[in-house]
């Protein structure tokens, strides 16, 4: 039975100074409209980039996938895409194992419980939310019963909010260089969640602040690359890319958000 909704489609920033338009489908979500959705997120992504000197294939588009079907993901990755997000274990464990074609790379972006670590090792290409020593040597602990060298992006707080998970900015640095010396997981970058704000503009000192300690951990641990800063998302992300953001992860502007009538 086919299921119907009305999908609110966010658009993206076009430009730090131009608001959000949010178009409305009440009907089933559609290739069409998933293409059409992709072409505008990329379009903004080489914006973005080329406003800052920067190449638009610096930047992975990470399509968010929570809460959304698989036949959803599988449209995405016809269309292109091959890097996903999903927040939850339990969810994206199914999705997982029902789609898994060559080239497709799974990410955990959500946060994990350490006891929940050895059932992302194999499944997932990348953990973004490594936000304490516990889990990072949960995940090596597992990486090497498992034979795997696990990517993993450490996660901070930088806006020190209460709500948000991560390690506190100015502690990375001591907790990171523990992490860099577990056997079986490799230091890929770091991660952030901005608050949530109207302006994008707000949240550029967040996101600057990530590049800032990434540059300082090049330094002080330069056996990592640090090569990734995973930050930006579906109302901030031009804004991310423009202070460096080679991750992006964005769900609503491809996927829109469904709700039940």
């Known amino acids: 039975m086919e299921k119907r909704g009305v999908f609110h489609l966010y658009w993206p920033y076009a430009s730090k100074c131009q ?5 409305q489908y009440d009907q089933p979500i559609t290739k069409d409209i998933i293409a059409a959705n992709i ?10 980039a080329l406003r800052v000197g920067r190449v638009p294939a610096e930047v992975t588009l990470v399509a968010v996938s929570k809460t959304m079907p698989v036949e959803l993901v599988q449209m995405a990755y016809n269309l292109g895409v ?11 464990l199914p999705k997982i194992a029902a789609f898994h074609p060559q ?8 946060h994990l419980q350490s006891n929940k670590a050895g059932k992302v090792v ?6 973004h939310s490594v936000d304490s020593l516990h889990l990072a040597q949960a995940l090596s602990r597992h990486a090497g019963e498992q034979g795997k060298r696990l990517s993993v992006l450490l996660q901070v707080n930088v806006s020190g909010e209460a ?6 900015l100015a502690g990375t640095l001591d907790v990171a260089r523990q992490i860099v ?9 770091l991660m952030t969640i901005a608050p949530l704000v109207e302006d994008p503009e707000q949240v550029r000192p967040v996101f600057r602040a990530l590049r800032l300690l990434r540059e300082q951990l090049r330094v002080e641990l330069p056996q990592c690359t640090w090569q990734h800063l995973s930050m930006g998302m579906t109302g901030d992300y031009s804004v991310a890319i423009e202070e ?11 996927f829109g958000e469904r709700h039940k009538k």
């Open 19 to 23: 608001s959000t338009t949010i178009m």
């Open 39 to 48: 072409d505008h997120v990329r379009s903004i992504i080489a914006e973005a």
């Open 82 to 92: 091959t890097d996903f997000g999903e927040n939850r274990v339990q969810e994206a």
């Open 103 to 110: 080239g497709l790379h799974w990410h955990m972006i959500g």
């Open 122 to 127: 194999t499944p997932f290409y990348c953990v």
């Open 163 to 168: 709500s948000k998970e991560g390690m506190p």
């Open 181 to 189: 010396a577990l056997p079986h997981i490799h230091v890929d970058g």
């Open 244 to 254: 460096g953001a080679t991750l992006v992860r964005i769900g609503r502007a491809i």
